[in-house]
């Protein structure tokens, strides 16, 4: 078993010409790509998620990627779902999913592209499934040594990450003052149901050897000890011991932190490779894993 893998590349922190017409759109996503490639690329690339927020750009990526490698899979991470201008909201018509669709429809129309989304592929003999996935509560009551109501998580999730205020499903979100200057965001995005859809995705793959998402489906050991106890850690896990234990895959490469990870727990070796935002690993590229 032989593939390269990233995460959390986040390309528009890093290529910051937007328009295609300017004079450097491509070339500096070019010269990025070159800067992702190991030294011996391997056939297959996996992507964990969370690549940019600009079709235009993740795209290209993609297109240049796939001169050196046959097949790329791929999910999403949250950031594939952010709505991050006035303009890209005009775009999707304030609907994350229009976002998404756009670009399995390029990935199914790209011979090599392959978006995971609740499927599988098999490349030489290797069964890759895989899905976004979303996060569950189950950090937060494990720290909190309770059972704890949805409504007190997701109002911490709501306040804690930017997500619910860049992902919505058709409405744009709106500020409600509370008083002494403060104000909450109201959306439409159900943090959730879209969580028990992607479960649901997931758990109808019948045999993957590898599975690819972009949350992690446990508390990974190597997670650096400043996360452990934090409530925030939540939103980046879920309770994925029914599918590892149905799957039982030889490994699951995932994303969303940006801490790098190498661990083995039972007979699963767990991949985190994320790029990061600029300056957060230094020297990070695409890696190769090998396992004969
Ligand atoms: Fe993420």
Redesign the pocket.
């Known amino acids: 078993m032989k593939f390269d893998y990233i995460?959390?590349i986040h390309l528009d922190f890093h290529c910051t010409e937007y328009r295609t017409t300017h004079k450097n759109f491509y070339k500096d996503i070019e010269a990025f790509a070159k800067r992702l490639l190991p030294p011996k690329p391997s056939p297959t690339l996996l992507i964990a998620?969370?690549t940019g927020h600009r079709f235009e750009q993740d795209s290209y990526l993609l297109t240049v990627l796939l001169r050196t490698y046959s097949n790329i899979l791929l999910v999403h991470?949250?950031?594939e779902f952010y709505l991050i201008t006035d303009s890209i909201r005009a775009k999707y018509k304030n609907n994350s999913f229009l976002r998404l669709a756009e670009m399995k429809d390029f990935c199914d129309s790209t011979p090599g592209l392959h978006f995971l989304d609740g499927n599988t592929v098999t490349i030489d003999s290797i069964t890759y499934g895989g899905c976004g996935m979303s996060w569950d509560k189950t950090h937060y009551e494990l720290l909190c040594e309770s059972e704890v109501s949805t409504s007190e998580v997701v109002s911490f999730y709501k306040r804690y990450l930017n997500d619910y205020r860049n992902i919505s499903c058709g409405t744009a979100p709106y500020k409600i003052p509370t008083g002494y200057g403060a104000s909450v965001f109201c959306g439409d995005f159900d943090p959730i149901r879209f969580f028990e859809s992607q479960y649901n995705k997931l758990k109808s793959i019948e045999k993957a050897d590898v599975v690819l998402t972009?949350?992690a489906p446990l508390l990974h050991p190597s997670m650096p000890e400043q996360y452990k106890h934090h409530l925030g850690t939540s939103f980046?896990y879920f309770n994925g011991k029914e599918i590892i234990d149905t799957l039982a895959p030889k490994v699951w490469v995932f994303?969303?932190?940006h801490s790098p990870a190498h661990d083995i727990v039972d007979n699963t070796t767990y991949l985190c490779n994320p790029y990061g935002y600029p300056r957060e690993n230094p020297g990070a590229r695409i890696i190769t894993y090998t396992k004969d």
Do not use: C, I, Q
């Open positions: 995460s959390d998620g969370d991470g949250n950031h972009h949350y980046y994303g969303h932190t």
